[in-house]
């Protein structure tokens, strides 16, 4: 099979890259006219936008207050698998037990675990 050398804008290739040129400006008439037709003039009421942000590893100020990244690997396995998609906020230990302190807005406020991952109890 040999190689086709023509030139890319040569009567050869006329046929197919007229209608291909005039397909792309059709398309960018049609995207054009969509947009004039849907477009909607944008609200004059401006609202602020509220963002509920955790600040992570924020409670490590207090005595025997820890990150969520400083728990140990059975504890924080035991609360991922007890409080799917919830992550911890920060934990504190209480008597050897990790009281680990769940997001703002969630049904439980701490959950306590065993060092060895066992769940106690929440609160």
Known sequence: MQKDRAAPFS??????????TG??????????????C????????HEAIKLNLIRRDA???????IAPSELPAEVMRA?????PQTLPVGATIISGAYVVQFPPG???????????????RED
């Open 23 to 36: 397909g792309m400006i059709l398309i960018g008439l049609v995207n054009v006219f969509i947009g004039f």
């Open 79 to 83: 609360f991922a698998v007890k409080y």
């Open 38 to 45: 849907v477009y909607q003039k944008p609200s004059d009421k």
């Open 59 to 65: 409670a490590v100020d207090a005595i025997n207050t």
């Open 106 to 120: 969630k049904p439980h406020q701490t959950a306590t675990f065993k060092p060895d991952g066992t769940f106690v």
């Open 11 to 20: 009567k050869k290739h006329r046929r197919y890259w007229i209608p291909v």
